[in-house]
């Protein structure tokens, strides 16, 4: 089974950006981003598919890229835009291997 590590996220003002990274412990397929805030079911944010396709869920098309690096077995979610409502525990999910992360925190406020 692939781990992930998730990184970079923080503490950052409304219309700020953050880069979150996700890292494989092995050859990852497709990957997801889904955020989870207090008292709220967790979310899908955005999928990347094994030949580089992406989808978004409403709310942050325009914002935010995912993006991929096959070489390094990595994932990237480059957040643009911030609001305050992004803020939450950001986790990147491999559906193929059912891997989750330990999350990210992310935290928009000013």
């Known amino acids: 089974q692939v781990q992930l590590v998730e990184s970079g996220g923080g503490l950052v003002q409304p219309g700020g950006s953050l880069r979150l990274s996700c890292a494989a412990s092995?050859?990852?397929?497709?990957i997801r981003w889904y955020r989870q805030a207090p008292g709220k079911e967790r979310e899908l944010v955005a999928t990347?598919?094994?030949?580089?396709?992406?989808n978004y869920v409403y709310s942050v098309k325009g914002r935010f890229t995912i993006s991929r690096d096959n070489a390094k077995n990595m994932v990237f979610l480059q957040m643009n835009s911030l609001k305050p409502e992004d803020t939450a525990l950001y986790y990147c999910?491999?559906?193929?291997?059912?891997?989750w992360g330990q999350g990210t925190q992310v935290t928009v406020s000013s």
């Open positions: 092995g050859t990852i397929f497709s």
């Open positions: 990347i598919g094994t030949a580089g396709s992406t």
């Open positions: 999910n491999s559906p193929f291997y059912g891997s």
